[in-house]
Every structure is written in C-alpha cells, then in structure tokens.
C-alpha cells in the first residue's frame, strides 16, 4: 500500500475504533477517592467566581484543554478546525494530534491547518519520532501551524504492542532536551494514557520541558484500540500503568513546573480534583471528538460549557473564588 494511503488508514481507524469501540480501560482514573468538604453556607456569589488561568504564560477562560488525538487523513481536517474554533470560542487550550504525518507526506498538512485568533494551539510529535529528524524539522512543524507549544507524546506501550511499532527507546530523553534548548516555543511532555511518574517527570524538568501531561489510566486505552486493529497483545496491557490521580500527586510531589491532568477526565468536578492535586490544567479528547461527531461545533461549545459550569460549582461548593483557592480547598 501507498505509505499517504497506510497513514490515512491508521489515523482513520484509531478514530473509528475510539468512536464506536469499547476501549475505556477497566480501572478508574483514581479521583473518585478524592472527596471535597463541602460548605453549606459558601458565602460566595456563582457569578462572580473566577475561573481564569494563566498557562505557559497565556491566559484562558478556563483552566481545560481538548488534548491531541488526530490529523493525518482527510476526515481530520474537519474534526481539528471544529474542536479549535470551540476552544477559541471558549478560551480553552487546543492540541492537534501527532503531526508526523506532515514531515512525511506533505499534501497532509491541511489537515492540522486550525489556527484562529487568540487560540492557544499546540503542536505534537511522537518523543520516538525526535531520534529521526531534526530540530530544525520539528520546528517546521511549530511554524506550520503558527503553535503556541509543541507537545511531545510518548507511547512506548502503544507501540509496543504494535506489529509494526516503534520499539528501541534508547536516547529518546536526550533528543527531548535537545529540543527543549532550540525549539522556539514551550514544550509539554506528555503521555497517552499510561502515566508519567516521578522518576520520569524530574527526567524531563531536568531536561528543559515547559510542561508535563501526567495523561493516567483512566481513560482511552491505546492498548485496547490498538488490539481492535491487530489483535496483538493489546488486550492483556488495557489496563497497564498509573492512574492519574496517583500519576498526577507523584509528578506534583516531584516538580516544581506546571501539569497537566489528563486520562479519563470527563466532567469539571473532576478538573476541580485534578486541579486541588496540583494540576495547572485538566484536559481530554475522546468526550470532545464524540461531541464533534454528533452536531459538530455546537455540541463542543456546549460540553465546554457544561465542564466549566460543573468546575464553577465546585469552586462555589468549595468556598473556591479563584482557582488559586481552588488549589488550597479542604479534603475529607
């Protein structure tokens, strides 16, 4: 087969199976054990909460990002410009999927073509990806969508468990910190549903990273999509690695730069956990797509809309003004 054509094919299956396959893991993210004390008597007005943030620099509305799962086939180019025009709307973060494809078959890149006023787009590439091309290449990358960070995703289960994928992770933290030193914006290292844990987050601090995504079990296995594709040991490691909640407290033990809380997030009460746990933003990606697939960006504006009214009223509920408060709010 054409190598556009198996590029096309592999995107547009991961999509597929997301959307109608059944590949949530078995374990839960691990926020249902967190519990706020709730104040009966808030003292707060709903409306005057303030759900602004600052990250990397920029300030949002809200402290959410749809995270990256796609580009590279030509249904992709829809699904990215409608989720980013939403988080432009919404004053959210927006993250394209793995860009790859636009280093080895150009007539692909419309497909992460999504820049809009004021959004805070970044870009993405595979940490495995950075031992075969330049910085000068990923650069291009940055430039050809105008990102505001590039984020960098590893996934060596996913590829793992792959026939065909990428195996020999030897070097790949070096070529990180090489990037981290010439890249002309922010990079956030972030995984793909496993977890990041201490060890590993202080690594990449070390290494010059802006920013990590934790990104937990919890969520969408890329081990189970990829055993929907192949059938090749990906149903044994559905479930393999740190849930995010445990993922998340060991980075913000270990770091002292911003994170990102991603992994089987599906509602705003779960950002407020996420957030109290020491994340700077709480993101997902299969909710949103799904929405997308359903009414397009309508149906994404109002997800958005509803993951900032259940974190809003956890703040209420939490005698939380602003989210620095957020951040202090009593545990049970």
Not at 90 to 103: D, K, P, T
Not at 164 to 176: A, C, F, N, S, Y
Not at 233 to 260: E, W
Not at 308 to 331: C, F, G, I, N, Q
């Amino acid at each position: 087969m054409d190598p556009v054509m198996q590029t096309e094919k592999r995107k547009g299956e991961h999509v597929d199976i997301v959307m109608h396959r059944d590949v949530e893991t078995r374990v839960t993210n691990g926020f249902e054990r967190v519990r706020f004390s709730h104040y009966a008597l808030p003292e707060l007005d709903y409306s005057k909460i303030s759900m602004k943030s600052t990250f990397l620099g920029r300030e949002l509305k809200a402290p959410l990002m749809i995270t990256g799962m796609t580009g590279g086939y030509p249904d992709a180019e829809k699904i990215n410009r409608e989720l980013a025009a939403a988080c432009a709307e919404e004053g959210i973060i927006f993250a394209v999927g793995s860009q790859r494809a636009m280093l080895e078959h150009r007539e692909l890149a419309r497909t992460y073509d999504v820049r809009q006023p004021n959004l805070f787009l970044c870009g993405n590439i595979g940490g495995y990806q950075l031992k075969n091309y330049s910085v000068k290449q990923v650069q291009s990358l940055v430039d050809g969508i105008k990102a505001t960070a590039l984020c960098v995703h590893l996934n060596p289960l996913q590829e793992a468990v792959q026939p065909e994928g990428d195996k020999d992770w030897t070097g790949v933290l070096q070529k990180i910190a090489e990037l981290c030193d010439s890249l002309s914006v922010p990079v956030i290292v972030k995984e793909v549903g496993a977890g990041i844990n201490a060890d590993v987050a202080k690594e990449l601090q070390k290494a010059g990273c802006s920013a990590i995504d934790v990104s937990g079990v919890g969520g969408t296995s890329w081990s189970a999509v990829e055993h929907y594709r192949h059938g090749f040991s990906g149903d044994v490691f559905r479930d393999f690695g740190i849930p995010t909640a445990d993922a998340l407290q060991q980075c913000a033990n270990a770091v002292k730069i911003p994170l990102i809380a991603s992994g089987g997030i599906r509602n705003g009460l779960e950002v407020a956990i996420a957030i109290r746990l020491g994340a700077t933003i709480g993101g997902a990606a299969s909710p949103f797509i799904k929405a997308q697939q359903t009414d397009g960006t309508p149906a994404v504006r109002l997800l958005i809309q509803k993951f900032k009214h259940e974190l809003r009223t956890a703040m209420l509920l939490t005698r939380s003004k602003d989210v620095a408060s957020l951040k202090k709010a009593k545990l049970l």
